[in-house]
């Protein structure tokens, strides 16, 4: 009882000492954990928990084997936590324990996946952050600039710099991609940032102490680390910078998890090169993880065929983090160019590259202590591969090109000194820790004698049983050792009365007895002796090896990063050569030009359709552009029915454009692409109502995002805008949506809808354009051509979708019916929209020259009951097909509303999206649905 309320007590006190999420204590072979953190890890990791009973009342505990918290501790820190590890201790009056190491997120130095694992903080600039203290100025631009540090302690990579405000706060940790943020003292409470951050990404958000961002001591800190020149190089002047940069070097300070030391450069963040991706976008691409969270079916697995976990790790880079550089692209093409067309040469660098250790990780682990012989004999042999893969393409096509140079790019004779020193200071094939020959003979004079002692030792105890044999004429006689008896000399029961005098019996044994002389005793005195030497100067000088290694970390990254290069270089080259991708050229203007483009993915498993894009100036110009008077195709509005393949053709754009700035061939038979500055995309209905997120806020949060951040120079990627809400409320905003980003932010957009109104803004802005993605219908069968073609789809054939998927007859004849009605009547109110006549049915179309719509400024009484009828009629359908959806009521400065709806508009200006819970929203839009019913 007194026992368990010590340790129940001293694990409480230790907890309250750390400010990890849990505490593991060691008690003898156990790691515990007590009260609810042994809940926690029980329910986490399927634990069974016990009860601890402790003055009286008893506490819930579960524990680990000391052997296994490794992958349990992983484990937790994978799924978010950060656990404080309290180590026990031996003291002269029995045991004490203290919290030793905290891990988490970011400083888990052996995950299990070759990725890369940022450790972020971000600082706000200019000192104190003056939080928003209502709603009213979420609109605020200029906000705060921020700090940004990432590190990645797994392999020493370390950048940090100043970003002028959030949104480019936000693109960069989108970037990074951080396990953990270390919000700065500042940016704790409704920061926009870390708000962004908490909400759309799974990163860790850890809180840590406040010294730690005191800018004076990070200063220190970071001159400390990286030398008092380190920040005005990289043009690191900010002191919020600095300020980032230094927490996160005292944070992996205080997790002592010791790899600082790796740490060996500071680099900048050039956010400014980078693609921006944000999380969805990387998401609905499928860059790296499918929609469903999958690896296999991504792009990144599509093309990873990469010999080495550092070579994926940069493939992932480069794909997930694309370039602006043209310089850079234009490099890593030549690369994969010459290694494209040369399949001996590339397939003799990937099997010697087969293998080859993560030198960047090593490095790591070099400078923390824990690399082991068989980690330094790993970094050995990956140096050695660096003169082996220049000799490798020296005769080959390869020679004088990109590869080579880039082989050429390390320090050559740093790399061989370090190479030659281990391989005089190892053996081949180490065993797994110093002490049992891993050094090799003829490094250390002082180990070769210990060394030869030993063996001569070990020769004669070997020679011993023969040498007894014979002198004694003994049968049945070995020698040999174990833990109770030490050497012995064993010999069979009808031998044993014949031993001489001056052999001891130590053990009888069934069918033998053992024997000791004062001389064997000498002997193995003389092997322990020995052995406790050799283990000693062995493990010393495979310290002083490691320390040496340590010391040349920043030349192991260096050759790593090469080795990966051309690893990613090689496996792209590889893929595009297999799979008939072309080098993409970079057009100078903003031309966007594929010829029989493919989706890198789709492509592998099916029967491929290619299709053409054709965006930008350079087509305008050309003879085959489509017959539109206007000069550019900027903003394509894509239809065509459901399944018919626009999600693929709008996607296989983008990837196309995104392998391009990542330095790759893409799918294509010839591709002019531009160079973008982001790729933006909002994909469908996601159902994040599970995260309690309403779809359709979420859809317009995105939208909300895009509009707030592409730029001219971005690609746009919009499939389905507004299906979250009724019919007329969805026309609106994708109208509108398009509107703008075809006015205001001139980005290249395509743009899939079903709103067939849509297709009807082409022949009023001059930079929209329809193509539609054909379907042929015959006998009311509809076959897939997965064709692109100019101009809009006639309809959508959604009742023939539902035919083809065995929906009952009578619901599809009806079904088409009511189509048929509901076109009818849209006819109607599109004639009374145009104030009479009787020809085609017109659609309402945004003037642009008037700014407004036409046939919504002349016939305002008639509209008006058109209008309240048709948004009651839309809202009981919910999110119908758009097939029959008519002509939107689309606001418009002239429409006029009665009181009641007057009063729902009213409400609904005052409802704070962001603060009402989503239930009581849906709930809110219904019971104005409902009013409007009934007002009708
Ligand atoms: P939509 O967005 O029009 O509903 P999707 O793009 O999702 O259609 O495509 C539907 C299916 O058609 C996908 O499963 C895809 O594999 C296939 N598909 C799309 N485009 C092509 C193509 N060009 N060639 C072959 N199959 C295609």
């Given at each position: 009882m007194t026992a368990a309320s010590g340790i129940v007590g001293e694990f409480m006190s230790l907890k309250g000492e750390t400010d990890a999420d849990l505490l593991a204590m060691q008690c003898g072979d156990f790691y515990e954990f007590f009260g609810d953190d042994a809940e926690t890890v029980a329910d986490e990791l399927d634990l069974k928990v016990s009860q601890k009973s402790s003055h009286g009342s008893s506490y819930p505990m579960a524990g680990v084997p000391v052997d296994d918290l490794t992958p349990y501790l992983k484990s937790l820190v994978e799924r978010g936590y950060r656990v404080a590890v309290a180590d026990q201790y031996e003291t002269d009056d029995g045991h004490a324990r203290e919290v030793d190491r905290v891990v988490s997120p970011g400083t888990v130095?052996?995950?299990?996946?070759?990725a890369a694992r940022y450790l972020a903080a971000v600082v706000v600039d200019g000192g104190e952050y003056v939080t928003r203290?209502?709603?009213?100025?979420?609109?605020?631009?200029?906000g705060p600039a921020y700090g940004l540090a990432f590190a990645d302690v797994t392999t020493g990579q370390f950048r940090a710099g100043r970003v002028p405000d959030a949104a480019t706060a936000t693109a960069a940790i989108h970037r990074f991609d951080p396990v953990e943020l270390l919000p700065g003292p500042h940016t704790r409470v409704e920061d926009p940032v870390v708000e962004a951050v908490t909400e759309e990404t799974d990163t860790t958000v850890t809180v840590h102490g406040t010294d730690a961002f005191q800018p004076g001591r990070a200063r220190h800190r970071v001159d400390d680390q990286f030398g008092d020149e380190a920040t005005t190089a990289v043009g690191l002047e900010s002191d919020a910078a600095v300020t980032a940069a230094g927490a996160v070097l005292a944070y992996v300070d205080d997790t002592g998890?010791?790899?600082?030391?790796?740490?060996?450069r500071l680099g900048p963040l050039d956010a400014d090169d980078r693609v921006t991706l944000d999380t969805t976008t990387r998401r609905n691409l499928e860059?790296?993880?499918?929609?469903?969270?999958?690896?296999?079916?991504?792009l990144l697995s599509t093309v990873d065929?990469?010999?080495?976990a550092a070579g994926s790790r940069l493939l992932r880079e480069w794909l997930t983090a694309p370039t602006q550089d043209r310089t850079e692209i234009a490099r890593r093409l030549d690369a994969v160019e010459a290694l494209a067309e040369a399949p001996l040469a590339r397939d003799r660098l990937r099997d010697l590259l087969s293998?080859?250790?993560d030198l960047e990780r090593l490095a790591a682990r070099a400078t923390s202590g824990s690399a082991g012989p068989r980690d330094l004999v790993a970094a050995r042999e990956a140096l050695g591969l660096l003169p082996e893969l220049a000799a490798a393409v020296a005769?080959?096509?390869?020679?004088?090109g990109p590869v080579a140079d880039a082989l050429a790019a390390p320090d050559q004779s740093a790399a061989r000194a370090l190479y030659e020193e281990l391989d005089d200071a190892l053996v081949a094939d180490p065993p797994?820790?110093?002490?049992?020959?891993?050094i090799a003979r003829g490094y250390d004079a002082e180990l070769d004698e210990i060394v030869a002692d030993y063996e001569e030792t070990r020769g004669w105890l070997d020679d011993l049983a023969e040498r007894e044999a014979d002198r004694h004429d003994l049968a049945h006689v070995t020698v040999d050792r174990n833990k109770t008896d030490g050497y012995y000399v064993q010999v069979g029961k009808s031998a044993a009365?014949?031993?001489?005098?001056?052999y001891r019996e130590i053990k009888t044994l069934k069918n033998s007895k053992r024997f000791v002389t004062d001389e064997l005793e000498e002997r193995e005195r003389e092997v322990l002796r020995l052995e406790e030497a050799r283990e000693e100067v062995e493990s010393r000088l495979f310290a002083a090896v490691r320390d040496r290694v340590a010391a040349d970390a920043e030349l192991l990254q260096d050759v790593g990063r090469t080795l990966a290069e051309v690893d990613t270089l090689a496996a792209l080259a590889a893929h595009a050569a297999d799979n008939d991708w072309v080098r993409p050229e970079l057009a100078d203007d903003r031309t966007l030009d594929v010829r029989a483009g493919r989706h890198p993915v789709v492509e592998r498993t099916t029967d491929f359709v290619p299709n053409d894009l054709r965006m930008g100036p350079a087509v305008a110009s050309r003879?085959?552009?489509?017959?539109?008077?206007?000069?550019?195709?900027?903003?394509l509005i894509v239809t065509g029915p459901?399944?018919?393949g626009k999600s693929t053709y709008m996607r296989q754009c983008a990837l196309i454009v995104l392998l391009a700035q990542a330095g790759s061939f893409v799918p294509a038979a010839a591709a002019t692409v531009p160079v973008v500055d982001g790729v933006y995309t909002r994909v469908g209905a996601l159902d994040e109502l599970a995260q309690g997120r309403s779809t359709f806020m979420v859809e317009m949060q995105e939208l909300s995002n895009i509009l707030h951040s592409a730029t001219e120079d971005s690609l746009v990627i919009l499939?389905?805008?507004?299906?979250?809400?009724?019919t007329y409320d969805g026309i609106s905003i994708a109208w509108a949506a398009t509107e703008y980003l075809h006015n205001e932010v001139r980005a290249k957009t395509l743009f899939a809808t079903h709103?067939?109104?849509?297709?009807?803004?082409a022949d009023h802005l001059p930079r929209v354009h329809n193509v539609h993605v054909a379907a042929e219908e015959r006998d009311g069968e509809v076959t897939f051509l997965r064709r692109v073609r100019d101009g809009p789809t006639d309809r959508s054939y959604g009742v023939h979708v539902a035919d083809l998927a065995g929906v009952p007859e009578p619901v599809v004849d009806r079904a088409d019916e009511v189509l048929g009605r509901l076109r009818e009547e849209e006819a109607i109110e599109a004639r009374g929209g145009d104030g009479?006549?009787?020809?085609e049915p017109t659609q309402a179309v945004f003037d642009l020259s008037a700014g407004?719509?036409?046939?919504?400024?002349?016939?305002n009484g008639g509209q008006a009951g058109g209008d309240g009828k048709r948004a009651g009629a839309g809202g009981a359908r919910g999110?119908?097909?758009?097939?029959?959806?008519?002509?939107?009521?689309v606001p418009s400065d002239g429409a006029v509303v009665d009181s009641e709806a007057a009063a729902i508009l009213e409400e609904l200006t005052e409802t704070d999206v962001t603060e009402t819970p989503p239930v009581e929203l849906v709930q809110r839009v219904q019971e104005w649905q409902r009013e409007l019913d009934d007002g009708e």
């Amino acid at each position: 009882m007194t026992a368990a309320s010590g340790i129940v007590g001293e694990f409480m006190s230790l907890k309250g000492e750390t400010d990890a999420d849990l505490l593991a204590m060691q008690c003898g072979d156990f790691y515990e954990f007590f009260g609810d953190d042994a809940e926690t890890v029980a329910d986490e990791l399927d634990l069974k928990v016990s009860q601890k009973s402790s003055h009286g009342s008893s506490y819930p505990m579960a524990g680990v084997p000391v052997d296994d918290l490794t992958p349990y501790l992983k484990s937790l820190v994978e799924r978010g936590y950060r656990v404080a590890v309290a180590d026990q201790y031996e003291t002269d009056d029995g045991h004490a324990r203290e919290v030793d190491r905290v891990v988490s997120p970011g400083t888990v130095l052996d995950p299990d996946d070759a990725a890369a694992r940022y450790l972020a903080a971000v600082v706000v600039d200019g000192g104190e952050y003056v939080t928003r203290s209502d709603g009213d100025d979420t609109g605020d631009e200029d906000g705060p600039a921020y700090g940004l540090a990432f590190a990645d302690v797994t392999t020493g990579q370390f950048r940090a710099g100043r970003v002028p405000d959030a949104a480019t706060a936000t693109a960069a940790i989108h970037r990074f991609d951080p396990v953990e943020l270390l919000p700065g003292p500042h940016t704790r409470v409704e920061d926009p940032v870390v708000e962004a951050v908490t909400e759309e990404t799974d990163t860790t958000v850890t809180v840590h102490g406040t010294d730690a961002f005191q800018p004076g001591r990070a200063r220190h800190r970071v001159d400390d680390q990286f030398g008092d020149e380190a920040t005005t190089a990289v043009g690191l002047e900010s002191d919020a910078a600095v300020t980032a940069a230094g927490a996160v070097l005292a944070y992996v300070d205080d997790t002592g998890v010791g790899v600082t030391e790796s740490m060996t450069r500071l680099g900048p963040l050039d956010a400014d090169d980078r693609v921006t991706l944000d999380t969805t976008t990387r998401r609905n691409l499928e860059l790296v993880e499918t929609m469903q969270g999958e690896r296999s079916g991504t792009l990144l697995s599509t093309v990873d065929h990469t010999e080495t976990a550092a070579g994926s790790r940069l493939l992932r880079e480069w794909l997930t983090a694309p370039t602006q550089d043209r310089t850079e692209i234009a490099r890593r093409l030549d690369a994969v160019e010459a290694l494209a067309e040369a399949p001996l040469a590339r397939d003799r660098l990937r099997d010697l590259l087969s293998g080859a250790a993560d030198l960047e990780r090593l490095a790591a682990r070099a400078t923390s202590g824990s690399a082991g012989p068989r980690d330094l004999v790993a970094a050995r042999e990956a140096l050695g591969l660096l003169p082996e893969l220049a000799a490798a393409v020296a005769d080959t096509p390869l020679a004088n090109g990109p590869v080579a140079d880039a082989l050429a790019a390390p320090d050559q004779s740093a790399a061989r000194a370090l190479y030659e020193e281990l391989d005089d200071a190892l053996v081949a094939d180490p065993p797994g820790s110093p002490g049992e020959g891993v050094i090799a003979r003829g490094y250390d004079a002082e180990l070769d004698e210990i060394v030869a002692d030993y063996e001569e030792t070990r020769g004669w105890l070997d020679d011993l049983a023969e040498r007894e044999a014979d002198r004694h004429d003994l049968a049945h006689v070995t020698v040999d050792r174990n833990k109770t008896d030490g050497y012995y000399v064993q010999v069979g029961k009808s031998a044993a009365d014949g031993v001489p005098e001056h052999y001891r019996e130590i053990k009888t044994l069934k069918n033998s007895k053992r024997f000791v002389t004062d001389e064997l005793e000498e002997r193995e005195r003389e092997v322990l002796r020995l052995e406790e030497a050799r283990e000693e100067v062995e493990s010393r000088l495979f310290a002083a090896v490691r320390d040496r290694v340590a010391a040349d970390a920043e030349l192991l990254q260096d050759v790593g990063r090469t080795l990966a290069e051309v690893d990613t270089l090689a496996a792209l080259a590889a893929h595009a050569a297999d799979n008939d991708w072309v080098r993409p050229e970079l057009a100078d203007d903003r031309t966007l030009d594929v010829r029989a483009g493919r989706h890198p993915v789709v492509e592998r498993t099916t029967d491929f359709v290619p299709n053409d894009l054709r965006m930008g100036p350079a087509v305008a110009s050309r003879s085959d552009a489509s017959a539109h008077d206007a000069p550019l195709r900027e903003f394509l509005i894509v239809t065509g029915p459901n399944m018919s393949g626009k999600s693929t053709y709008m996607r296989q754009c983008a990837l196309i454009v995104l392998l391009a700035q990542a330095g790759s061939f893409v799918p294509a038979a010839a591709a002019t692409v531009p160079v973008v500055d982001g790729v933006y995309t909002r994909v469908g209905a996601l159902d994040e109502l599970a995260q309690g997120r309403s779809t359709f806020m979420v859809e317009m949060q995105e939208l909300s995002n895009i509009l707030h951040s592409a730029t001219e120079d971005s690609l746009v990627i919009l499939d389905e805008v507004g299906r979250g809400t009724a019919t007329y409320d969805g026309i609106s905003i994708a109208w509108a949506a398009t509107e703008y980003l075809h006015n205001e932010v001139r980005a290249k957009t395509l743009f899939a809808t079903h709103y067939h109104e849509l297709t009807s803004l082409a022949d009023h802005l001059p930079r929209v354009h329809n193509v539609h993605v054909a379907a042929e219908e015959r006998d009311g069968e509809v076959t897939f051509l997965r064709r692109v073609r100019d101009g809009p789809t006639d309809r959508s054939y959604g009742v023939h979708v539902a035919d083809l998927a065995g929906v009952p007859e009578p619901v599809v004849d009806r079904a088409d019916e009511v189509l048929g009605r509901l076109r009818e009547e849209e006819a109607i109110e599109a004639r009374g929209g145009d104030g009479g006549g009787d020809g085609e049915p017109t659609q309402a179309v945004f003037d642009l020259s008037a700014g407004e719509f036409v046939g919504a400024t002349d016939a305002n009484g008639g509209q008006a009951g058109g209008d309240g009828k048709r948004a009651g009629a839309g809202g009981a359908r919910g999110g119908g097909r758009g097939d029959g959806a008519a002509t939107g009521r689309v606001p418009s400065d002239g429409a006029v509303v009665d009181s009641e709806a007057a009063a729902i508009l009213e409400e609904l200006t005052e409802t704070d999206v962001t603060e009402t819970p989503p239930v009581e929203l849906v709930q809110r839009v219904q019971e104005w649905q409902r009013e409007l019913d009934d007002g009708e």
